[in-house]
Every structure is written in structure tokens, then in C-alpha cells.
């Protein structure tokens, strides 16, 4: 299968720093990525869906100064937490899609970011 | 407001014996439908789907139901294996909006015991 990468795994910062999460798609490009987020025992949460060569689209409730996205090339797309605070901390996962089919988006190993 | 509902959050059962996990859904503009495993510290990967134009779709040891007028689907696993413990999510999409972004469920842990 597809192998879509994520860095860093984990990540502590301190309240009012940035934090930068990376997806890039190892074996393919991908015109399309997807940013989720999980808290616990609960469902992935879609964020935005990024689009390479143009803004992102994000979901009702994101904030899009709060959770920047970019998708500068077909293999990486970034999420941005600026001005991270302690409600942040989270689980993010990207998916990057190959092909047109839903079960082609292949998703990467996830990111744990803890707020102090 | 949860579109996609998972409401089993566990589930235990012997090795060998059938492992049955459920989802529910209420947005009828849901047309697609997916399962995903996720084990510890790895991204969710596809199992099987299912369009809304069938009941019932197979591979191997894992059978999907969809029941459209109850917006139920089924996720069956026969016979369960020790390495199919794992949390499980639900997924659908909507085709007619163009968008292949998915609405998960919360997931049930499966654990099949030797």
C-alpha cells in the first residue's frame, strides 16, 4: 500500500508557542490531503481538506488563522498550530488521497501534540 | 452532532468465534461507506467499503451489511484472529458533493482472545 509519513510523532510545547506537523506522501502525489483530529475515545474530527496549489477548505468550527495549512507541492502538506494553547493538545492525522476512490486516501501515523 | 455513531466502544470475543461490530449513521446523504482498523500508534487503514447500491459486500473473512432504511451498517469478522485486535472505525462520505473527505465513528476496540 501507499506510505504516508508524518513528523514529528510527538510533540511538547509550551502554551503561546507554534507548532509545525508535516504529511508527505512517500510513493505518490497527492493533489489532495486531509488534516483530522482525534481527542480521546472519540471519533477523527476532519479539519481541512488541502488542496496543493490552493487554499485550503476548512470545516464549520476551524479556525483558519488558528490551524494554517499548506500544501506547497504534490508530497507535503503542513499544519501550523500557532499560538498553541493547553485545549490544542490532541491527536492530528493527515490523509493523502490516490485516485479518485475514498478508500484510496491513505492515512499517516498520526501526531500526538500535548499544550502545556 | 455525530453523523456517524459507533456506540460499542469494546468488544471481546473468543478466537474463532464471529466478532460483529456496528455503526450507525444519520445523514441520508451518505452514499459510501468504510472500515478502517487502527492499531496503537499507526494511521487507520482500509479494510472494506461498501456503496449504498448494495446490501453486502465480502472479502475474505470480513463481511460488511448495509441497511440502508435502518442507516445501519455491520461489520462482520469470521473467524476472529488474535491479530485483528484492534480499534475499528466506521467511516461514510457523501459522492454527490464531490468530496471524499470522510465522517468517522468513534471507533470499538476489538479484542479477540486465544
Known amino acids: 500500500g501507499a506510505v504516508v509519513s508524518q513528523h514529528p510523532s510527538r510533540v511538547i510545547c509550551k502554551s503561546g508557542t507554534s507548532v509545525k506537523i508535516e504529511c508527505r506522501s512517500l510513493?505518490?502525489?497527492?493533489?489532495?490531503m486531509f488534516w483530522y483530529r482525534q481527542f480521546p475515545k472519540q471519533s477523527l474530527m476532519l479539519m481541512a481538506t488541502?488542496?496543493?496549489?490552493?487554499?485550503?477548505?476548512?470545516e464549520q468550527g476551524v479556525e483558519k488563522d488558528k490551524f494554517l495549512i499548506n500544501h506547497a507541492s504534490l508530497t507535503l502538506s503542513t499544519l501550523t498550530v500557532t499560538s498553541a494553547h493547553p485545549e490544542d493538545s490532541s491527536f492530528y492525522i493527515c490523509?493523502?488521497?490516490?485516485?479518485?476512490?475514498?478508500?484510496?486516501?491513505?492515512f499517516g501515523p498520526g501526531t500526538r501534540l500535548l499544550v502545556l | 452532532d455525530q453523523q456517524v455513531k459507533q456506540n460499542s466502544p469494546s468488544l471481546s470475543v473468543q478466537e474463532g468465534r464471529i466478532s460483529i461490530l456496528n455503526c450507525d449513521y444519520t445523514?441520508?446523504?451518505?452514499?459510501?461507506f468504510l472500515w478502517y482498523k487502527k492499531y496503537p500508534a499507526e494511521g487507520p487503514t482500509f479494510l472494506i467499503s461498501?456503496?449504498?447500491?448494495?446490501d453486502k459486500n465480502e472479502d475474505g473473512r470480513f463481511t460488511v451489511f448495509l441497511n440502508k432504511s435502518a442507516k445501519h451498517l455491520s461489520l462482520h469478522i469470521v473467524p476472529s484472529q488474535p491479530g485483528d485486535s484492534a480499534v475499528y472505525f466506521c467511516?461514510?462520505?457523501?459522492?454527490?458533493?464531490?468530496?471524499?473527505?470522510?465522517?468517522f465513528g468513534s471507533g470499538t476496540r476489538l479484542q479477540v482472545q486465544p
Open positions: 490523509s493523502a488521497q490516490r485516485g479518485g476512490r475514498a478508500e484510496t486516501q491513505y
Open positions: 510513493d505518490f502525489q497527492a493533489t489532495t
Open positions: 461498501i456503496s449504498s447500491i448494495k
Open positions: 488541502s488542496n496543493e496549489g490552493s487554499k485550503a477548505t476548512y
Open positions: 467511516a461514510a462520505s457523501a459522492s454527490d458533493t464531490g468530496r471524499r473527505a470522510l465522517t
Open positions: 445523514n441520508s446523504m451518505f452514499d459510501y
